[in-house]
C-alpha cells in the first residue's frame, strides 16, 4: 500500500464526523424536549382549560354546563401525557430548529443560506397562524354544528323554554351531550394540526419554486387538480361536517392561488438577476 494510501486511512473519515454531529444535536433536541414536556406536564390542566375554551362558549350559549367525562379510569393520565407531548414539541421546537439549522448551516453557500432561511423562519409563523385561525373561527362553528344535534328532553335546559306537551313528548328521546376529554382532546388537536399544516402550503410551493421545481405557469394549469386534491384533503382531516369542509377548502385554495403569486414572483427576480448577468434567454 503506497504513503498516499496510508494518510487516507489514518484521516477520520468526514462521514463519521457528520453522524456524531448529528447524534449530538439529536439528543440535545430530545433533551431539551423532555424538559418542554416535564414543564407541560405540571401545567397540562391550565392548558386543557385554555383548549377546551370553544366547546364551553358554545355550551354556555345553549345555557348548559361544560362538563366533560373520564370514560376510561386512566384516561385523564393519558390525556395529560398528550399535552405534554404538544407541549413539550411546542416550547422545544425553537431550540429544536436551531440544532438542525446549525447541522445544515455548514454545507450550504451563502446565497443558499439567505435562500432558505426565510423559509425556515416562515414555516413555523405560518403553522401558528394556521392553528390560531383553527382554534378561534374553525372549532367554535364546528362544534355548534355538532351540538345542534342535541334533542332536548324534559329535564334536560335544552328542554325548559318548550311548550310542556312538546315537552313531554320528547322527554323519552332527551339527548345531551356528555363529551370524553379524550375524545374531545384527539378532535381538538386534529383540526389545529391539520389548518396548521395546510397553511405550509405557501412556504412549500414557493420553496420549490425557488429551487425550479415547480413553475407558476405548472401550479396555475394544474388548478382542476389542485381543487380537487383539497376536497379530498378536507374530507379526509375533518369531521363529516359540510361546513368546515368548506372553510378548509376555501382557505387552502386560497393559499394555493397566493402559492402561485409567489412563485411568480420568484421567477420574475430570477428573470432579472439574469438579465442583469447578460445570462437570459428569451427562447
Not at 166 to 185: D, P
Request: glycine share 8%; net charge negative.
Amino acid at each position: 500500500m503506497s504513503t498516499r494510501d496510508d494518510d487516507l486511512d489514518d484521516k477520520p473519515a468526514p462521514l463519521i464526523e457528520h453522524l456524531t454531529e448529528l447524534r449530538s444535536r439529536i439528543i440535545k433536541s430530545v433533551i431539551a424536549f423532555i424538559i418542554g414536556m416535564v414543564i407541560s406536564f405540571t401545567v397540562w390542566s391550565p392548558i386543557f382549560n385554555f383548549l377546551t375554551q370553544p366547546l364551553c362558549s358554545a355550551l354556555e350559549s345553549r345555557g348548559q354546563s361544560c362538563n366533560l367525562i373520564l370514560i376510561r379510569l386512566q384516561e385523564g393520565f393519558f390525556v395529560a401525557i398528550r399535552i405534554s407531548l404538544l407541549g413539550g414539541f411546542v416550547l422545544a421546537f425553537p431550540y429544536i430548529a436551531t440544532q438542525m439549522w446549525r447541522f445544515v448551516a455548514p454545507g450550504l453557500y451563502r446565497q443558499e443560506k439567505n435562500a432558505f432561511l426565510p423559509f425556515i423562519i416562515a414555516s413555523p409563523v405560518m403553522f401558528f397562524l394556521g392553528a390560531s385561525f383553527a382554534f378561534y373561527i374553525v372549532t367554535p362553528l364546528a362544534f355548534d354544528f355538532f351540538l345542534g344535534f342535541q334533542q332536548p328532553g324534559i329535564d334536560s335546559p335544552l328542554g325548559e323554554d318548550l311548550p310542556e306537551g312538546e315537552a313531554s313528548a320528547l322527554a323519552a328521546a332527551g339527548v345531551t351531550f356528555s363529551g370524553s376529554i379524550e375524545e374531545y382532546l384527539s378532535l381538538t388537536t386534529r383540526f389545529i394540526i391539520a389548518f396548521g399544516m395546510c397553511f405550509q402550503l405557501p412556504v412549500l410551493l414557493t420553496l420549490m419554486g425557488k429551487a425550479e421545481l415547480v413553475s407558476s405557469e405548472g401550479l396555475g394549469g394544474g388548478r382542476k387538480y389542485a381543487v380537487v386534491g383539497i376536497l379530498a384533503l378536507a374530507a379526509l382531516v375533518t369531521p363529516p361536517d359540510v361546513i368546515t369542509q368548506i372553510i378548509l377548502f376555501v382557505v387552502v385554495y386560497g393559499l394555493y392561488e397566493l402559492s402561485i403569486m409567489l412563485v411568480r414572483r420568484v421567477e420574475r427576480k430570477r428573470e432579472a438577476e439574469l438579465r442583469a448577468q447578460g445570462l437570459w434567454d428569451d427562447d
